[in-house]
Structure formats: C-alpha cells, structure tokens
C-alpha cells in the first residue's frame, strides 16, 4: 500500500503560477505511476497530468499541455505539478493518485488516492 500526501494549494490571481507537491510514503520501492486529476464542484474528477516512474514519460490533458508541467524526484518519493497561467475555471480540488506500473489517463485505473489540495484561482 502507499499513501499520498498533495500539498501547495492555495487562492491566486488569474495568469498566476502554483506548485503542486504529491509526497509518496509507505512502499515506495514499487514502480508507481503518479496522476493529477481536479474535481470543482458539480463535475467529474478530470484527468491533469501523468508520469511514470522513470520520469521519462509523460502525458498531458489537453488544457494543460504547454502550461502545466509534471515531474518527479524519485530520492524523495515526490511528484510536482508545475501549473502556469491560472485560470478561474481551474478552481477546484487536485489530487494525486498512484497506480502499480504505468501511468494512466483514466481515474479508475489508478488504486491509491491522495486527500486532495484546493487551489482557488480569482479573477
């Protein structure tokens, strides 16, 4: 089993610049894939960004590809999500979630569930 802890959100202005923190804890020697997703009220959890364990491999949503950026330091058991260019629609609640192997695009696929960070971004 794994644990992850998201920290880093927070209430900005629109364009702003927030650094999202997923640490991983407990068996941290398996090869998890790490994904963001964010859920604002009255929708479905939306898929963010992913990355395998080696880090080489990457995937983007649509809206976050050339904006956000997804990285992991492995030495730390820690994912990043670097986002830029905040917009107001992007309020919502982002968790990190782990999955054994690769790193999918798609909620279900993914086991282990952080508590999620808010990140509020006004106009």
């Known amino acids: 089993q794994v644990h992850l802890v998201e920290s880093g959100g927070g209430l900005v202005q629109a364009g702003a610049s927030l650094e999202l923190t997923c640490e991983l804890s407990?068996?941290?020697?398996?090869?998890?894939?790490v994904g963001w997703f964010r859920q604002s009220p009255g929708n479905e959890r939306e898929f963010v960004a992913a990355?395998?364990?080696?880090?080489?491999?990457?995937y983007y949503a649509t809206f976050a590809r050339g904006r956000f950026t997804i990285s992991r330091d492995n030495a730390k058991n820690t994912v990043y999500l670097q986002m830029g260019g905040l917009k107001p629609e992007e309020t919502g609640v982002y968790y990190c979630?782990?999955?054994?192997?690769?790193?999918?695009?798609?909620?279900?696929?993914?086991?282990?569930w952080g508590q999620g960070t808010q990140v509020t971004v006004s106009s």
């Open positions: 979630a782990a999955q054994d192997g690769v790193a999918s695009v798609k909620a279900e696929d993914y086991d282990y």
């Open positions: 407990g068996r941290t020697h398996s090869s998890w894939g």
């Open positions: 990355i395998r364990y080696s880090g080489l491999t990457t």
